[in-house]
């Protein structure tokens, strides 16, 4: 059975719209940026990559565990 496909045709200012919208965001976060103290980016970057970190191994001693508890 074919699928029913209706495409409608794309607007082009949603092209445009999206695009002033991602400058807006750039700006935006320049703007938040300028409020902050000297490298609270850095430590941003630092503690996420932490978290992440610490998610990864507890990922791994999950599977870890449910390799062990499969054999």
């Known amino acids: 059975m074919a699928e029913k496909t209706t495409e409608r ?3 082009p200012k949603i092209k445009e719209a999206h695009e002033h919208m991602r400058a807006a965001r750039e700006n ?18 630092a503690a996420r990559k932490e978290f992440l970190l ?5 990922l791994d001693a999950a599977i870890d565990h449910t390799e062990r508890v499969s054999k």
């Open 28 to 45: 935006m976060s320049k703007v938040a940026e300028s409020f902050l103290p000297e490298g609270v980016r850095e430590h941003q970057r």
């Open 9 to 11: 045709p794309r607007n």
């Open 54 to 58: 610490g998610l990864r191994s507890l």
